[in-house]
């Protein structure tokens, strides 16, 4: 269901406050009741951080909602957005996310690496307050786990990385030559740590003989 605001374009988001200032009004819109049943929506952003799209993707009981992620990134995909934020109220007003709120959060995070959306914050929204993941650092923690990274892209990063370790060892062998050729010809230590950006001890430790 998309959610319309009066001068919905001229909406940016810069920061979690900007958020819950946006999703507080939406939810006080909602008869009484339904402040009682768990909302889920997502807020579509371009590169400027202009709102896109506010989309109510599920409503749930007082406790729960169900999240399936393709849901979730149909109407961004549709609206071309560039970044996403997710937002989901407690009924109870305990702002403290659920293990199943980290649950869906790691998901989703990994799904919007794959669709090209990043997900920049999630927050969980009550009357009179909010919690945000990203202030917190939960967003930055889930967005490490690898629990609903495929294998394949595992397997890409683990390819990667030991590719740039392998030239970053090219690199310091290269220094490490440079050095001795540079104590060969008498430069003093200081000038060649300098210059290579090797240590003292690194250039004190290599052989000239």
Known sequence: MNIRLNNKSDISIHNSDDIYSVMQRILLREEKVDRGREHFWTISLDNAHKILNIELVSMGSFKATIVEPMEVFSVPLQKRAVKLVLVHNHPSGKLKPSEADKDVTDHLIQ??????????????????????????????????????????????RYEKAAQEEGIEQGRKAERREIARSLKLKGVDIETIVATTGLTKAIVNRLKID
């Open 111 to 156: 799904v919007g690496r794959i669709m090209n959306i990043p997900v920049l914050d999630h927050l969980i929204i009550t009357e009179n307050t909010y919690y945000s993941f990203a202030n917190s650092g939960l967003l930055e923690q889930l967005s490490q786990s690898l629990k609903y990274v495929p294998a394949f892209i595992i397997k890409q």
